[in-house]
Nanobody, 122 residues
Framework: VQLQASGGGLVQVGGSLRLSCVAS????????MAWFRQAPGKEREFVAA????????TYGDSGRDRFTISRDNAKNTLYLHMTSLGPEDTAVYYC????????????????WGQGTQVTVSS
C-alpha cells in the first residue's frame, strides 16, 4: 500500500488542524493505521492508531485528549484532527499502516507515508 499524507502547515498556538492520509494500491480496510510524529533532534513518537476491523482507537501521551484519529474506508483516507495546538506539537507527522491490530511500536508498521510538516507558532 502507498500512503500520501497532507494537511500540514503553519498554525498559531491554540489553533486546530486536520491531517489526511490517502492510501492506494491495496485494500485500505485490510490495514490498521497510525500517526507518528518526529520533531527535530527527537525520536519518532507514536501519536494515535485506529484498528482496521472496528475502528477502535488508542492514543499516545502526545495525542490523548486533544487529537482524534478517524478513518473513512469509502475514501481510503485516514485523518488526524488536532486541537489546542502548542509549540511542542511542531513536527513532521507520518501516517503508517500495518496488518492486524492496534500497535504503538514504530517498528511494527510495514508501510509509511512521506510525512507532512506541522509548525505551531506563537
Amino acid at each position: 500500500v502507498q500512503l500520501q499524507a497532507s494537511g500540514g502547515g503553519l498554525v498559531q498556538v491554540g489553533g486546530s488542524l486536520r491531517l489526511s492520509c490517502v492510501a492506494s494500491g491495496d485494500t485500505f480496510e485490510d490495514y490498521s493505521m497510525a500517526w507518528f510524529r518526529q520533531a527535530p533532534g527527537k525520536e519518532r513518537e507514536f501519536v494515535a492508531a485506529i484498528r482496521r476491523w472496528d475502528s477502535g482507537t488508542t492514543y499516545g501521551d502526545s495525542g490523548r485528549d486533544r487529537f482524534t484519529i478517524s478513518r473513512d474506508n469509502a475514501k481510503n483516507t485516514l485523518y488526524l484532527h488536532m486541537t489546542s495546538l502548542g509549540p511542542e506539537d511542531t513536527a513532521v507527522y507520518y501516517c503508517a499502516a500495518k496488518h492486524s491490530g492496534l500497535d504503538s511500536l514504530r517498528e511494527n508498521y510495514e508501510f509509511w507515508g512521506q510525512g507532512t510538516q506541522v509548525t505551531v507558532s506563537s
